[in-house]
Structure formats: C-alpha cells, structure tokens
C-alpha cells in the first residue's frame, strides 16, 4: 500500500504549574517545548492551500500550535489556560494530538512527540503501536 508519512519538528516558549504537584513544578515557571509531529496516510488530499489532491495535508497544519498565542498557538501562552486538564509533558501531547487532528482529513494517522527539556520526552499515538 502506498504510504506517506510526513514530518515536521518545531518549538514554542510557554509557561506552566503543575496544580497539586509535591515539589517545584507546582510554582509557575517556562519551557522551551520542541514538538516533532509525523502525520501518515496511504492517500494524498487536496488543502486549504491546494486544490489538487497531492498532500498528505498541508505542514502549516501541523505547526499551528508552535505559533504566536495572539494567532492561535501555544508560544509565549499560560498553558493552564488552554488546556484544561494537568499540564504534564503526556498531556500537552495529546492536546496537541486532538486539536490538530481536527483540522486535517480524518484517515490520516498522527503521532506527537513533546520535549518538555531537552532529555525528557513523550510520544502520543491514539493507535496501538
Ligand atoms: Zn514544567
């Protein structure tokens, strides 16, 4: 079967407390979160910014968290404020995960990677691996 699979990486400045922590993330602080996104599918679509359809989606459709909070992203936001669970590392991935799902077709298959340093990271899927 044919398969694409494509792949973007970026990063977005955000502040974040971990409510009911025992320990320092419970105090407001920021991070540098790089996100890394791959996006599979077995057919190509049209876009937004393409008519014809010759892309799995379009990449700036995979970014849209890493932009400026004023235009819908997540840099330089509180995170508590847009996500509405505990701001751990695993649940930012799968905010990312859902929000971007919804603005690409539907078949396509999505997997989030979230550094919350540069050691420490999480991969999201909702597929079994
Ligand atoms: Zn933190």
Redesign the pocket.
């Known amino acids: 079967m044919p398969t694409w699979t494509l792949h973007t990486e970026f990063t977005f400045d955000a502040a974040?407390f971990i409510e009911g922590y025992d320990g320092k993330?419970a105090r407001m602080?920021g991070?540098t979160y790089k996100v890394h996104i791959s996006a599979k599918s077995h057919k190509l679509n049209p876009s937004k910014y393409l008519e014809t359809p010759d892309m799995v989606c379009d990449f700036n459709e995979l970014k849209w968290s890493g932009s400026d909070g004023q235009k819908g992203g997540l840099d330089h936001t509180v995170l508590n404020e847009s996500i509405p669970v505990a701001t751990t590392a695993e649940r930012i991935a799968e905010y990312i995960h859902k929000e971007t799902k919804s603005r690409i077709p539907e078949e396509i298959d999505l997997t989030v990677t979230v550094w919350?340093t540069p050691t420490s990271w999480v991969e999201y899927t909702d597929k079994d691996v």
Do not use: D, L, W
Request: glycine residues 0%; aromatic residues 0%.
């Open positions: 974040h993330c602080h991070h919350e």
